[in-house]
């Protein structure tokens, strides 16, 4: 019911800035979070950073002060400012979102896009 498109991932030196968006399509026009995890070879998936319905954010320690997540409702998207970037945030990110509905949550994810981050 719900399709994720990433975009903006590729290789950056590290110090520099990416920016991904993700659009949603499909029968759901409302989402209760949408976020970004990502993963690293050989690592399991975190949190990077999700935004409430509200505005209400919430980032991984690892990037505060870095990254920015941002959303329109209106055009069913999220978006990650990602600024000086370190080799370790290299990894595959994904999109996230969550609506509830009849008394369950219900969560789609999208197919990654690869952010590497190397001299």
């Known amino acids: 019911q719900v399709q994720l498109v990433e975009s903006g991932g590729g290789l950056v030196q590290p110090g520099g800035s990416l920016r991904l968006s993700c659009v949603a399509s499909?029968?759901?026009?409302?989402?209760?979070?949408m976020g970004w995890y990502r993963q690293a070879p050989g690592e399991q998936r975190e949190l990077v950073a999700d935004?409430?319905?509200?505005?209400?954010?919430n980032y991984a320690d690892s990037v505060k002060g870095r990254f920015t997540i941002s959303r329109d409702n209106g055009k069913r998207t999220v978006d990650l400012q990602m600024n000086t970037l370190k080799p370790e945030d290299t990894g595959v990110y994904y999109c996230?979102?969550?609506?509830?509905?009849?008394?369950?949550?219900?969560?789609?994810w999208g197919q990654g896009t690869q952010v590497t981050v190397s001299s």
């Open positions: 935004i409430a319905s509200g505005g209400r954010t």
């Open positions: 499909g029968r759901v026009f409302s989402f209760d979070v």
């Open positions: 996230h979102v969550r609506y509830w509905a009849a008394l369950r949550d219900y969560d789609y």
